[in-house]
Nanobody
Framework: QVHLVESGGGSVQSGGSLRLSCAVSGGSAGSRCMAWFRQAPGQERREISRITRFDVIVEPPKGRFAISRDNAKNTLNLLMTNLEPADTAMYYC?????????????WGQGTQVTVSS
């Protein structure tokens, strides 16, 4: 069973940057569709971006966040720039089944990001 562990969260000031990582064990990150989600207090969990097993990236145009995958390190990353207080949330990575679609069936425990003004 694949296991996901996020890291890299923390507290930053508005305008700052953070780089989140999701370590994948028990399976190959490159063979799966993977994504980053976030959930702010009192709000639903929302997808930020995803990368398919064909390395197709789906993310908002001209966004402040950039998803990437390092198959050698078996990690999923999220570079977040120009952070705003509204970006404060718990950030989760998710993975789909191997060699399959983007049905996210495995989730990490999350890493907290807090942005102060």
């Amino acid at each position: 069973q694949v296991h996901l562990v996020e890291s890299g969260g923390g507290s930053v000031q508005s305008g700052g940057s953070l780089r989140l990582s999701c370590a994948v064990s028990g399976g190959s990150a490159g063979s799966r569709c993977m994504a980053w989600f976030r959930q702010a207090p009192g709000q639903e969990r929302r997808e930020i971006s995803r990368i398919t097993r064909f390395d197709v990236i789906v993310e908002p145009p001209k966004g402040r966040f950039a998803i990437s995958r390092d198959n050698a390190k078996n990690t999923l990353n999220l570079l977040m720039t120009n952070l705003e207080p509204a970006d404060t949330a718990m950030y989760y990575c998710a993975a789909g089944p191997p060699n399959s679609d983007c049905s996210f069936v495995v989730w990490g425990q999350g890493t907290q990001v807090t942005v102060s003004s």
